[in-house]
């Protein structure tokens, strides 16, 4: 679990400094689409930029407990019913916030 922390926590940072993590496969896998960036992934969800929106978008790859939704709610995420996925306009704060669901997701 410490190295799958480490790599969410190194891409992050890199996505903040603008340099681009080492190449790693993907411990979550989900269709992300068109324009948009993969920031970090756990084995229970990730993390996705979407330039054409300017925003975030969370996936899981199952329904995260209630801790890890109000976490997103707090922070302004929304469900998106249609595209099965947590969005909200990115900010460092709801970065940051979309790390620690994913984290929680993970450890669960």
């Known amino acids: 679990m410490a190295d799958k922390t480490a790599t969410l926590t190194e891409a992050v940072q ?9 190449a790693e496969p993907a411990a979550f896998s989900a269709d992300w689409g068109d324009g948009r960036k993969v920031i970090a992934t756990t084995s229970a969800g990730g993390i996705a930029e979407n330039a054409e929106r300017q925003g975030l ?6 329904r995260p407990d209630d801790d890890t939704r109000a976490i997103l709610k707090q922070s ?30 993970a450890q669960s």
């Open 14 to 22: 890199a996505k903040q400094t603008g340099s681009e993590p080492a």
């Open 57 to 62: 978008e969370v996936r899981f790859s199952g």
């Open 76 to 105: 302004g995420f929304k469900w998106h019913r249609a595209g099965r996925y947590w969005y909200a306009r990115q900010s460092g704060e709801r970065l940051a916030a979309a790390q620690t669901a994913i984290r929680m997701a």
